[in-house]
């Protein structure tokens, strides 16, 4: 699933962010995500196999959790970031009694945003 670069507010489905939160894994990867960092450093810094690591970013991505970035190397060989994009998730009833989510972002800058459109358009080639 590739996410609107531009979008300040994509609509979470519950069950994805559910899905994200009842895992254990996936909130150890929350709890080391203070900054930036690569798979291989989360893989490291929660002491989770790297393989599993990968499936849980996807997870958290797919939840809307998480942000993807890209780190820009001298020698060429750019890496994926990740980092937290969210700062509380609310889960509430609707007037017709349907569970619904939102989440609370912080804002982002215009270098978040240009290093967002770079990491889908990185992700379309």
Not at 79 to 91: P, Q, W
Not at 105 to 116: I, K, M
């Amino acid at each position: 699933m590739v996410r609107d670069p531009f979008a300040d507010e994509d609509a979470p489905d519950l069950q994805d962010v559910l899905d994200a939160l009842d895992d254990p894994e996936c909130r150890a990867i929350i709890r080391e995500l203070d900054e930036p960092m690569t798979a291989s450093e989360i893989s490291d810094a929660s002491d989770i196999p790297l393989s599993t690591t990968y499936r849980k970013l996807e997870l958290l991505t797919e939840a809307s959790l998480l942000s993807e970035g890209v780190e820009i190397r001298p020698d060429g060989q750019h890496a994926s970031t990740y980092e937290l994009d969210f700062k509380e998730v609310v889960i509430g009833v609707t007037d017709d009694l349907d569970f619904d989510v939102s989440i609370a972002r912080r804002a982002r800058t215009a270098d978040e945003r240009l290093e967002n459109l770079w990491s889908e358009v990185r992700k379309e080639t």
